[in-house]
């Protein structure tokens, strides 16, 4: 079956020092990859997306994301963590060519402490 | 920017009624999306919607639930007989094109079905 796996509920991390956020993923095919965020009472946001190219790739807010294909992970980056950062995150795949839904995981909260 | 916008943002009905969810997608995408996440769960997929068809559901998007794009700018998700398990925040979507196109989403609505 198709998932998306993030293993950690929650992440702790000091403001000011590098932050990981996992993601591993188990579909057929070419994967379309993305990671989202959501702050309290508000929408999912797009924050970068992986279709092709250059296994390391840049987004919002200073994020970015390593893809891996032989360890079929997508973990989600930032240098510095800022006590903004806060929020919940979502790891989505969107399978292949043939569909447009998007598999999430079940989201990864990350709590920076000043 | 462009935003994807839900209304209402709270809808309280009771077991058995019928509840139409509304948005209004970014003005030039093609694809449409509904998404629903139950308190605590990961957020899943309900159906898309491309050239005034479904053209994806998946298996809780069952004959309890429709969509339809009135006019050219709404986009519309109905439950006709809720249920309280149908409690959940529902959250519409659009991308300007498939495959590895950005799903951008609204605020969410969320149903509390009593």
């Known amino acids: 079956a198709q998932s998306v796996a993030q293993p950690e509920d929650q992440v702790n991390v000091a403001e000011g020092n590098p932050l990981t956020v996992k993601c591993t993923y188990s579909?057929?095919?070419?994967?379309?990859l993305f990671w989202y965020v959501q702050y309290p009472n508000r929408g999912l946001q797009f924050l970068l997306k992986?279709?092709?190219?250059?296994?390391l790739v840049k987004g919002s807010y200073g994020f970015e994301a390593e893809f891996n294909k032989s360890q079929t992970s997508f973990h989600l980056k930032k240098p510095s963590a800022l006590v903004s950062d806060s929020a919940l995150y979502f790891c989505?795949?969107?399978?292949?060519?043939?569909?447009?839904?998007?598999?999430f995981g079940t989201g990864t909260r990350l709590q920076v402490f000043p | 920017e462009p935003e994807v916008t839900q209304t209402p943002s709270h809808q309280v009905t009771q077991m058995g009624q019928e509840v139409i969810l509304r948005c209004v997608p970014i003005?030039?995408?093609?694809?449409f999306y509904w998404y629903r996440q139950i308190l605590g769960q990961k957020v899943e997929f309900l159906v898309s919607?491309?050239?005034?068809?479904?053209?994806?559901k998946s298996e809780i998007f069952d004959d309890q639930f429709s969509v339809e794009r009135p006019d050219g700018s709404n986009f519309t998700l109905k439950i006709r007989s809720t249920k309280l398990e149908d409690s959940a925040m529902y959250f519409c979507a659009s991308s300007e094109f498939g495959g590895p196109g950005v799903a951008f989403f609204g605020q969410g609505t969320r149903l509390t079905v009593v």
């Open positions: 579909v057929s095919g070419n994967p379309y």
């Open positions: 989505a795949v969107r399978p292949g060519f043939n569909t447009d839904k998007l598999i």
């Open positions: 003005s030039n995408h093609l694809y």
């Open positions: 919607f491309y050239n005034n068809e479904i053209s994806e």
């Open positions: 992986y279709i092709t190219g250059d296994n």
